[in-house]
């Protein structure tokens, strides 16, 4: 297919002409949406062979495969990335679970951060071994337990980061290195750095994964997932976590996410912008207990963010001076900042998570790890999505909310 592209173009210009072009039926100058399930096939035997081809993505025969729209996408996410080809799926979980299942097989051992997106951490710590994959989830922001869980038959590591949903930050470089000496393959949730302000493949990762329903489509109103990688892993990915496992993309929601990713560098510079103003005021008013941003010199990870990230993106963490029941109140007094899951859309969104609900999602958790992270979280943090709304508006939600709280 044709895409309007030329690689010497700055992001703000790939993102409004990446994966864009002039329909050729009608001339139309933005991509319609092609919600058909089935395609017409040739009738040349040739032909036909080359179209059913799981590698031939200018073709198409049906839409669990590949259609037009969601492929206007993964030509446009791959450009972003860097990458060689890229395959979108239904949500960021369909885009995690193409890849492990495609990637990892019975006997293969995976070492995955083990803090992570909840549907992730079951997946690898849970799921994964019930069909037989020996899981080692670490805290991947500490290289020496990378080091030290990251044996030579080790076939997959999996990192998060930025990490959720304390904002983990893990050094992607210096895990490259540790996996590609093993022999494994580096595959990168990077879903929180809203893709504009990390460079996730040329920091060394083989593949990187999105949930586009996040900073991607920004705009939230739909679901999409992304893995870009190597157009041999992309190609496997397709044909047994796509055609297989069904994680196909919505034409519909691919459009959306498609015209979401217009304005993403916009969007992130806003998310980043409003990210360190608010860490900043939050760290400085009496009442609250603690913020983890990693834009902030407090941050641990703060020097890594520093050197692998262009902006700190728009999620960081903090709880109050109070009880459980006093955040709920301080929730409640807010009027902008909307309370709901989700993150990396244009509204801000919070989300409180009590320690011990962290700790009964995650499973099996030993005292040395309730301990650690307890001492990060106290008894619980909130998860704060800072949207694009005008600063000074959100700070002085957060002030009267704040005020309110004894
Ligand atoms: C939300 C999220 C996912 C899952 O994405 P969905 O689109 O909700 O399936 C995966 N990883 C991270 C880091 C996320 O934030």
């Not at 919600?35 to 025969?61: Q, R």
């Amino acid at each position: 297919m044709s895409t309007n592209f030329n690689p010497e173009w700055k992001l703000g210009t790939q993102c409004v002409h990446a994966g864009e072009g002039v329909d050729s039926d009608t001339k139309a100058i933005r991509r319609p949406i092609h919600m058909a399930n089935s395609y017409s096939l040739p009738h040349d035997l040739g032909e036909l062979i080359k179209s059913l081809s799981i590698e031939d993505t200018d073709h198409f025969n049906y839409t669990r495969e590949l259609s037009p729209t969601p492929r206007f996408l993964e030509e446009r996410l791959a450009l972003l990335e860097g990458g060689e080809d890229c395959v979108v799926t239904a949500s960021g979980m369909g885009a995690v679970a193409a890849t492990l299942f495609t990637l990892l097989g019975a006997g293969d051992r995976l070492v995955a951060s083990e803090i992570c997106y909840t549907g992730t951490q079951k997946l690898a710590g849970f799921h994964l071994p019930r069909f037989g994959v020996l899981t080692t989830q670490v805290d991947t922001s500490d290289l020496d337990a990378v080091r030290a869980a990251v044996t030579p038959g080790t076939k997959l590591v999996f990192v998060e980061t930025p990490g959720n949903p304390i904002v983990q930050i893990s050094d992607i470089a210096a895990i490259a290195n540790i996996a590609h000496d093993a022999g494994a393959l580096l595959v990168v949730d990077a879903t929180w750095s809203g893709l504009v302000t990390q460079k996730t493949l040329a920091l060394g990762a083989d593949v990187v994964i999105h949930s586009a329903t996040k900073f991607i489509n920004g705009h939230g109103d739909s679901l999409g997932g992304a893995v870009i990688g190597p157009k041999k892993l992309m190609t496997e990915i397709r044909e047994y976590g796509i055609v297989h496992l069904g994680a196909c993309a919505s034409p519909f929601n691919a459009w959306l996410i498609m015209r979401g990713s217009v304005t993403l560098p916009l969007r992130m510079k806003q998310h980043c912008e409003n990210g360190i103003r608010i860490a900043e005021f939050l760290e400085s008013h009496p009442k609250v207990l603690s913020v983890r941003y990693p834009g902030l010199k407090s941050h641990p990870g703060h020097e890594v963010a520093k050197k692998q990230m262009n902006g700190y993106s728009g999620m960081l963490n903090f709880n109050l001076k109070a009880d459980m029941m006093q955040h709920f109140e301080f929730l409640k007094r807010l009027n902008i900042i909307t309370y709901a899951v989700s993150l990396g859309h244009d509204q801000s969104l919070i989300y409180y998570m009590p320690t011990d609900f962290f700790f009964a999602d995650w499973g099996v958790m030993n005292d040395a790890q309730k301990a650690k992270y307890r001492a990060i979280m106290g008894e619980g943090i909130f998860r704060f999505s800072v949207g694009i709304e005008d600063a000074e508006d959100l700070i002085g939600d957060l002030s009267r909310a704040l005020d309110a709280v004894p």
